[in-house]
């Protein structure tokens, strides 16, 4: 392996441990310069209740109002939404608003250590629990591709013999010290050999050359999507990424517990953090995609995310 990481930065400060309600509102806002006369768009237009959090309740709405809404669960275990909207339109928003209660457990490099990489593939594997996850999160996925390239970085930051903990660690901290975050340098197209060239990207990039990396080892790893708190308390640290959807990988290790990790900030997932869903890559837990009719040859796509503590703001304040 190469160079070397601060493993302290990975230690779980009690304050972000802290169980906490957040309101959650994402605003997505799509503008045509000629009318859409047809819409159809599936979404995860709610978090999911999981082990770090339960959702207390959701709401959504669609302007123009859509005239078919149909809810499902997924193949991961995500609530997702069906809808149609057949007004003509230029502008379509969809805002979603979530009242969530989140407490995260708290991750254990010391624990985690008492197996060491090869022997926690070896027992993951053996476990007849996880014949469905092996099987959906450690082979390869349409954004996770395995090159040459991709197992040859593998091989810097983890090693067989490794203690688990200190694996997870080093590959957390080693993306975030050999990439630079630069929103705008990649699209949800870029591939991980691209991003192996350009040495930059957004935390889906970074969730996905992690889960490679993990996946190379023959960990199932799996995308998780959601959000990380936008407006801290005084004094504290605002983190990449928190003013859209945020990402990041969680890995299982042999006690049958996910282990959740952000390469984009260099630690494990607290209770800052908000799940809305998870799947193999991006692909399966896009915040929104859909079909369109219409003759307009340009638009424009705002985001705005506002994730705040109850009881810390009285109201939101957020992008447009």
């Known amino acids: 392996m190469t160079g070397t990481v601060d493993q302290s930065m990975m230690e779980q400060s009690p304050q972000h441990m802290v ?19 047809d819409c159809y768009e599936r979404g995860l237009l709610s978090p999911r209740s999981c082990a770090s959090q339960q959702v207390v309740s959701t709401t959504f709405t669609v302007s123009p109002t859509a005239s078919v809404v149909h809810e499902h669960v997924d193949y991961f275990g995500n609530l997702s939404h069906y809808l149609e909207v057949p007004d003509a339109h230029t502008t379509l928003q969809i805002t979603k608003e979530s009242l969530v209660d989140v407490a995260w457990p708290g991750t254990s490099i010391a624990a985690l250590n008492r197996w060491t990489l090869a022997e926690a593939v070896e027992l993951v594997h053996r476990d007849p629990r996880h014949v469905v996850d092996k099987v959906l999160y450690e082979l390869e996925s349409p954004k996770v591709t395995i090159t040459d390239d991709v197992i040859a970085y593998a091989h810097t ?56 990396c993990l996946r190379v080892m023959g960990l199932p790893t799996r995308y998780v999507s959601g959000y990380i708190e936008t407006a801290p308390p005084p004094g504290q640290q605002k983190l990449e990424g928190s003013d859209a959807s945020h990402a990041w990988a969680s890995v299982l290790v042999p006690d049958g517990s996910w282990v959740d990790i952000d390469p984009t900030n260099a630690h494990f997932a607290d209770s800052r953090y908000v799940v809305n869903g998870w799947g193999r890559d991006f692909a399966d837990v896009s915040p929104l995609k859909g079909v369109i009719t219409t003759e307009a040859d340009s638009s424009s796509l705002s985001v705005g995310v506002d994730v705040i503590r109850v009881g810390d703001r009285e109201t939101l304040v957020g992008p447009a």
Request: glycine share 6%; aromatic share 10%.
């Open 157 to 212: 930051l983890l090693a067989p013999d490794a203690p688990l903990g200190d694996a997870l660690a080093s590959l957390t901290l080693g993306i975030y010290r050999d990439f630079a975050y630069r929103p705008g340098a990649t699209t949800t197209r870029t591939t991980l050999q691209q991003l192996l060239d350009l040495r930059q990207g957004v935390c889906q990039d970074f969730a996905h050359l992690a889960i490679g």
């Open 19 to 37: 169980p906490r309600r957040y309101r959650v509102v994402h605003r997505t806002t799509y503008t045509y310069n000629k009318p859409v006369t």
